[in-house]
């Protein structure tokens, strides 16, 4: 028997409530998403090509030469999804040389969305030693790193088909200039994939200009190594 359209508007209606109409829906976050998310995050990363190929209007001088290692963490003082984070800068007078280390913890928050929160260690001198070895990494615990940022300036990521979407909103996160004596926002975006990532970040100042980063859809494109 043929539906009414009385019917047909029901299951319609019936359909946008259940989100099953809505192709860019936000799923809540399961641990399966954590897993595959943790496998694209772990790696070697290079942007060498991106200083190879750069367009004219990009001029490659504008990009370091950056090289990540990421490494997933697995201590038994440390449940869960954590991952160990090591840009290095690269230039031929200075060889290869330790910009930033990180601690990432990635988890499920209670509305279901799959976050991460970055920890430094306390120990500066960190990062004269350089890449820390499997064993230091087995055993390390949450009294060896501290959190800079507030959860403010949390790391929210979306799947987006067969890539990962994660940024920090600069709505949120509020942080003080180190060097300046000024509020700003900061943010940061990056796109994880099979053959690599890209990323970008900075801060705006609280009138919306650029403080330092890199502008809307420029990023640092690293190729899996």
Same mark, same amino acid.
């Given at each position: ?28 976050? *399961?641990? !399966? +998403? $954590?897993? /595959? ?103 390390? *615990?949450? !009294? +060896? $790193?501290? /959190? ?78």
């Amino acid at each position: 028997m043929p539906i009414t359209l009385q019917q047909a508007l029901f299951f319609i209606v019936a359909c946008l409530l259940n989100n099953t109409l809505l192709p860019n829906r936000s799923l809540a976050a *399961d641990e !399966s +998403q $954590l897993t /595959q998310l943790m496998a694209l995050m772990e790696g070697e990363f290079d942007n060498a090509e991106q200083l190879k190929n750069a367009p004219s209007k990009e001029p490659a001088h504008e990009y370091d030469h950056l090289y990540q290692h990421r490494v997933r963490i697995s201590s038994p003082a440390l449940p869960g999804f954590w991952l160990y984070s090591q840009i290095n800068k690269r230039s031929p007078d200075q060889g290869s040389t330790v910009y930033r280390q990180t601690v990432s913890e990635f988890f499920i928050d209670s509305k279901g969305l799959l976050r991460s929160r970055v920890w430094s260690f306390k120990d500066e001198s960190m990062k004269k030693r350089g890449l820390p070895g499997t064993a230091f990494l087995q055993k390390l *615990d949450k !009294s +060896q $790193l501290i /959190q800079k940022l507030s959860d403010d300036c949390l790391n929210t990521w979306h799947l987006r088909g067969m890539q990962f979407v994660g940024t920090i909103d600069p709505d949120s996160c509020v942080i003080q200039s180190r060097y300046q004596n000024e509020q700003r926002r900061l943010f940061s975006e990056e796109i994880v994939f099979d053959g690599g990532l890209w990323s970008r970040e900075g801060a705006y100042r609280m009138n919306g200009e650029l403080a330092f980063g890199l502008e809307e859809n420029a990023f640092y494109r690293f190729q899996r190594q």
